[in-house]
């Protein structure tokens, strides 16, 4: 089994900055592709950024050229820069991640138990 264990969420003023974390742990022989996703209340959960085992990233518009997200494939943690925060930026974020485990050719599927990030107006 593998745990994502997420971190850094917060209070913060319109303007400002939070940075998430979150470590996987467990039975790990890989991770393959790394998410964030975020769900704000009556909204449907959306992939917010992704990054591949080599680097590559990927954003959701809303975000681009201000959130960045970063990974240690030694500590098997992503991370999520996220700056000039917004109000509709408020949500709980929720990492994700592909997992190989020794001896088996897929990947399995793993959520973080998610951070509640709030920005006040």
């Known amino acids: 089994q593998v745990q994502l264990v997420e971190s850094g969420g917060g209070l913060v003023q319109a303007g400002g900055s939070l940075r998430l974390s979150c470590a996987a742990t467990?039975?790990?022989?890989?991770?393959?592709?790394m998410h964030w996703y975020r769900q704000a209340p009556g909204k449907q959960r959306e992939l917010v950024a992704s990054i591949t085992s080599g680097g590559r990233t990927n954003y959701v518009d809303s975000v681009k050229g201000r959130f960045t997200i970063s990974r240690d494939n030694a500590k098997n943690t992503v991370y999520l820069q996220m700056n000039s925060l917004k109000p509709e930026d408020t949500a709980v974020y929720y990492c994700n991640a592909d997992v190989y485990h020794s001896g088996s050719y897929s990947s399995v599927n793993y959520w973080g138990q998610g951070t509640q990030v709030t920005v006040s107006s």
């Open positions: 467990g039975s790990i022989f890989e991770i393959d592709a």
